[in-house]
């Protein structure tokens, strides 16, 4: 037995020495070598290969459970997450290699969202600033801080579509619309995984939630999924598709059903969808704990049932539950299931970590002095308040109230969010330290440190005290200029995070008609990780913007967007609606066969509210102001082989300096199913100096118009087409041109 051992020992450590495979080697290197491992490995190794347990790190610092730590050495382990930092990251990865048969590294994840512990702004936030170049760097940095502290997997992005604000996961997303949010996808695994995803700074990114998260019914999360196979391929889909396609190295499943099917255990999606028809060699992971969840779902009598029916659905790996190492062995062992699913598995989890490089060098993300270098380093601050300043939208600005002159004498800066920096980083902060977080209050006294800055809380963010209001009104007459820093706690969206009312919370509005009555100018700046129903401060405050959450550099980007050093250019991502009722809401609707008339009752509208929303989709104003001249076509007729050229002319017509997201919407008249009113097909940012304009091109070839047509098949289709051009989803100019296509 002892000889046996020695020359299996042998032979392992001669596979790993021939283990220096780069990424960019052809696959057939890396799946020889991952065939070699698995033909030595035992049953019991390849399922510890299929299991992520969690180091409760979040919740206990530095600390591994006795029983999981057991485990690696076991070899019944093949990934571990919620554990960071190079020094802990090495402790582990040591217990895995130097302790375990055949010495297989861990890999290490985090839910790096939006940063690590520089905080950017969330995910929503980044979708407004509508510039790939932003969410790519965004990433980046996100992915060199996480490497720099022993991760090599982020469970991120998340390419769900969602289109209920309700939903608290809405702002972990891109927003409502596929064409935007597909980008957004490409962009964030660029960011992550670099051009080679063996980089030491760089991460293997985690496609989630697979599938259709965002469309959990009512908006409340872990809820079902029920929606028409076209919608699903039209809307849903196709932001993972584009990330895969990016080359992301992992997929994570959702926690809903979809047709009555979850996700974790649904086939059509997890083979043959995502691998079959996408080709997805990655390894894929189901959410947290979700194996258990079949059981409760009603699709699987027990814990061991549901093992099964997850691993020969696609799942690869299983997080939290330990459902793989408590059943599959049993279920092989009684030829119950073929070892050929695990080895697939096994197979695909594997390859991952050759790519990474881990065979190569178990602990190349265990270095401490890149960790002293790389975290929060000045450089990182400074992409994260770049980023926040182009995520900022403005909603309002009456009688051009903004930008605040820097000679202000005194600035009144009330509400819950005003000195509350651990709400600025929003959900899923990941590791970041609120302690180095700006607040408001803070970035304004640095902005304009001749001026007296008051602050007042004025009101608690959700509770129904007002007592503190008496002080915010006493500090507002007091003070040239109001800031009212309103919106949600950071953790009142996110997962778990539904709302049934998305007003403002709490006495906050309450607040702010007792600071209006001041007579003083206020500028109501909101903090939210959703659109919120604020029909009262839209009619009332002359001055209005959306900060979102903007991450650790939150009150300097603020002040920076105050005071005119930085002209807002971002735009909204989503709806905002009047009202609860209209949701869901988006750009995107279909005309119905009886379209709003205010002229008859007989019409798709409500009794007692506009259809309209408070804003539109791709709506965001600026310091500046733009005009759009008519729009021009290379022709009025195009064919399937050829491209169609639009070209409008955008001109800076105000006083300052600005961004202009110019946006292209395209609608097919007659089609043979209902087409959307508008599709969002094109837009780029185009500066602009005062008096200067510019000629945007777009070009469209047939494909941008393809669909999937009546009878499922994905194309597009002759006839007549509408193209806008504009500032955003409503205001815009239009122009028709016909598709002729080959009989």
């Known amino acids: 037995m002892k000889k046996q051992f020695i020359i299996l020992f042998i032979a392992f450590t001669a596979i790993l020495s021939s283990c220096t495979v780069k990424s960019s080697k052809v696959s057939s290197d890396i799946d020889n070598k991952v065939d070699s491992i698995l033909s030595l490995m ?34 019944k382990v093949g990934a571990i997450f919620n554990a960071y930092g190079a020094e802990y990251v090495r402790r582990l990865q040591e217990i895995a290699v130097n302790n375990t048969r055949l010495r297989i590294p861990l890999m290490f994840g985090y839910d790096v969202i939006h940063g690590h512990q520089t905080i950017f702004p969330v995910p929503l936030a980044e979708a407004a600033t509508w510039d790939m170049m932003a969410i790519e760097k965004s990433a980046r940095v996100a992915a060199s801080e996480a490497a720099a502290q022993g991760l090599n997997w982020v469970f991120a992005p998340m390419c769900d579509i969602a289109r209920d604000p309700r939903w608290g996961r809405i702002v972990e ?10 980008d957004i996808a490409r962009a964030r695994i660029r960011g992550f995984q670099g051009t ?51 080359g992301a190295l992992t997929v994570m499943s959702s926690f809903n059903d979809l047709d009555g099917i979850p996700a974790t255990a649904n086939k059509y999606l997890l083979n043959d969808i995502l691998r079959t028809e996408w080709g997805f060699d990655g390894f894929l992971v189901t959410d947290y704990a979700s194996i258990n969840e079949l059981v409760t779902h009603g699709v699987a009598t027990d814990t061991l ?31 119950k299931l073929n070892e050929g699913y695990i080895d697939d ?25 890149r960790e002293k270098a790389e975290i929060m380093k000045p450089e990182n601050r400074q992409a994260a308040r770049e980023v926040a300043v182009k995520s900022m939208v403005l909603l309002k600005n009456q009688d051009s109230l903004l930008p605040l002159n820097k000679s202000v ?58 007592t503190l209001i008496g002080e915010a009104v006493k500090a507002a007459r007091s003070s040239d200029v109001v800031i009212l820093a309103l919106g949600e706690g950071a953790q009142m969206s996110g ?14 509005q309450k607040l702010a008609e007792e ?47 105050l005071f005119g050093d930085y002209n807002p250019s971002g735009k909204l991502p989503v709806t905002f609606p009047r009202s609860v009722g209209q949701i869901p809401i988006y750009y995107s609707m279909k005309n119905t066969g009886r379209p709003a008339d205010p002229k008859s009752k007989w019409t798709s509208k409500y009794l007692d509210i506009s259809n309209d929303p408070l804003y539109v989709f791709g709506y965001g104003l600026s310091y500046t102001t733009f005009s759009y001249s008519e729009i021009s076509l290379s022709s009025n007729n195009f064919s399937g082989k050829d491209s169609l050229q639009i070209k409008v002319t955008v001109a800076n017509t105000g006083k300052y300096k600005g961004i202009e997201v110019v946006q292209l919407y395209i609608h097919d008249k007659v089609a043979s199913v209902t087409p959307p009113v508008k599709l969002l097909k094109g837009y780029t940012g185009v500066e602009l100096n005062p008096g200067q304009a510019k000629d945007v091109i777009f070009t469209i070839k047939a494909d941008d118009l393809a669909f999937y047509r009546a009878d499922m098949t994905f194309g597009c289709e002759p006839g007549d087409y509408t193209i806008y051009v504009g500032g955003n989803s409503r205001d815009t100019k239009s122009a028709e041109f016909t598709l002729n296509l080959p009989l």
């Open 42 to 75: 035992t049953l019991e190794e390849k399922i510890g290969q299929l299991t992520l347990y969690t180091s409760d790190m979040d919740q206990t610092g530095p600390f591994i459970k006795k029983q999981y730590e057991d485990d690696i050495k076991e070899g």
């Open 173 to 182: 997303g891109a927003g409502e619309d596929t064409y935007l949010g597909s």
């Open 196 to 246: 080679d995803v063996s980089d030491v700074n760089t991460v293997a990114a985690c496609v989630k939630h697979f599938a259709a998260y965002g469309a959990s019914q009512a908006g409340r999360d872990y809820n079902s999924v029920d929606m028409s196979e076209r919608m699903l391929r039209e809307v849903y889909l196709p932001p993972y598709k584009a990330a895969v396609e990016e």
């Open 305 to 335: 049932e549901a093992a099964k029916m997850a691993l020969i659905a696609g799942s690869d790996m299983d997080m939290q539950a330990g459902a793989f190492n408590k059943a599959l062995g049993k279920f092989v062992e009684d030829e």
């Open 345 to 369: 598995a096994v197979r695909r989890i594997l390859k991952a970590k050759y790519k990474l490089g881990l065979f190569d060098d178990p602990f190349k993300y265990c270095s401490v002095e």
């Open 409 to 466: 004498r005194s600035i009144a800066v009330i509400g819950p969010l005003a000195d509350a920096k651990q709400e600025m980083l929003g959900s899923w902060s990941a590791a970041g330290d609120y302690n180095k977080a700006v607040s408001v209050v803070e970035g304004l006294q640095a902005k304009v440190p001749t001026a007296r800055v008051t602050y007042a809380k004025g009101c608690n963010i959700n509770d129904d005290n007002t």
């Open 495 to 508: 997962e778990a995070a539904s709302r049934a009312d998305i007003s403002l919370p709490g006495v906050q």
């Open 515 to 561: 600071i209006l009555k001041t007579g003083k100018p206020v500028v109501v700046v909101l903090f939210n990780g959703r659109p919120l129903t604020i029909n009262w401060i839209n009619d009332n405050i002359p001055a209005i913007v959306e900060a979102w959450f903007p991450g650790t550099e939150a009150g300097n980007a603020v002040a920076d967007v």
